[in-house]
C-alpha cells in the first residue's frame, strides 16, 4: 500500500490567497484525520470524519478554514483567505477504525508558507 | 477531557546507551490505548509501539519497550542500544472508543542520539 498520500508537499502563496490542501488515505480506512502541527502550538487536531462524515471540527481554528470528504478516498482541507499565522505542516492521518485496529497512519505532510 | 503531558521538552543520550522518555495521561476511562510516535526530521510521523490499557503486559518492539502503570496513570518508553537513527522527536497518545476514536497527544520530546 502506498500509505497516506498529501499534495502538495509544500505550498508558498500570499496572504489573501486561497489554499487547498489534498488527502488520500489508506484504502480500506475508515476514519480520517487532519492535523496541523506548529512550534507554539504542538500537533493540533482540526478535524476528523468517520465514514466520510465530520465527527467533531472543534479544532477548527475559525470560519476560514473548511474540510470536505466527499469519498472514501478523497479529503480536502481549505483555508480562505489565508494568513500569514496559517503557516504550519498539516498532517493527513487515516485509520481502519475498528476496535481491532485503530492506530493512525500519517501521510508526509504538507509544509504551508503564507507570506 | 483526556489530557497527555510530555514533561521533558528534551533529552539525549550516548549512542548504545538506554535512555527513558516519560509520559502521563489523566482520563476516567477504564479501557484505552496509549501509543509512541516518532518524528524524525524528515517529518514523518511514525508508529513505534501502542498498548492496551486491559493488558498487563507491557508491550515490546525491538529495541522499544514500555512500563504501563495504570494506577499511576504513566506510560514510559524506553529505547535500549540508542541508534543515532533514533533521534527524533517522540510523541505520547491517548485514545478511548468511549470518546471517539481521536488521538490526544502531548508536547513532545526532542531525543537526541550522540555519537
Known amino acids: 500500500d502506498a500509505g497516506v498520500i498529501q499534495s502538495p508537499r509544500h505550498e508558498v502563496t500570499e496572504m489573501g490567497q486561497e489554499v487547498t490542501l489534498r488527502c488520500k488515505p489508506i484504502?480500506?480506512?475508515?476514519?480520517l484525520f487532519w492535523y496541523r502541527q506548529t512550534m507554539m502550538r504542538g500537533l493540533e487536531l482540526l478535524i476528523y470524519?468517520?465514514?466520510?462524515?465530520?465527527?467533531?471540527d472543534s479544532g477548527m481554528p475559525e470560519d476560514r478554514f473548511s474540510a470536505k470528504m466527499p469519498n472514501a478516498s478523497f479529503s480536502t482541507l481549505k483555508i480562505q483567505p489565508s494568513e500569514p499565522r496559517d503557516s504550519a505542516v498539516y498532517f493527513c492521518?487515516?485509520?481502519?477504525?475498528?476496535?481491532?485496529?485503530?492506530?493512525?497512519?500519517f501521510g508526509p505532510g504538507t509544509r504551508l508558507t503564507v507570506t | 477531557a483526556q489530557t497527555v503531558t510530555q514533561s521533558q521538552p528534551e533529552m539525549s543520550v550516548q549512542e548504545a546507551e538506554t535512555v527513558t522518555l516519560s509520559c502521563t495521561y489523566d482520563?476516567?476511562?477504564?479501557?484505552?490505548?496509549l501509543f509512541w510516535y516518532k518524528q524524525p526530521p524528515s517529518r514523518q510521523m511514525i508508529l513505534v509501539i501502542r498498548?492496551?490499557?486491559?493488558?498487563?503486559q507491557n508491550a515490546t518492539e525491538n529495541r522499544f519497550s514500555v512500563n504501563f502503570q495504570k494506577a499511576a496513570k504513566s506510560f514510559s518508553l524506553k529505547i535500549s542500544d540508542s541508534q543515532l537513527g533514533d533521534t527524533a522527536m517522540y510523541f505520547c497518545?491517548?485514545?478511548?472508543?468511549?470518546?471517539?476514536?481521536?488521538?490526544?497527544f502531548g508536547t513532545g520530546t526532542s531525543l537526541t542520539v550522540i555519537p
Open positions: 484504502s480500506g480506512h475508515n476514519s
Open positions: 497518545a491517548f485514545m478511548s472508543w468511549n470518546t471517539g476514536n481521536q488521538f490526544y
Open positions: 482520563t476516567s476511562e477504564s479501557n484505552y490505548y
Open positions: 470524519f468517520n465514514n466520510n462524515v465530520p465527527i467533531d
Open positions: 492521518a487515516s485509520a481502519p477504525g475498528t476496535q481491532s485496529s485503530y492506530e493512525q497512519y
Open positions: 498498548q492496551e490499557a486491559y493488558k498487563q
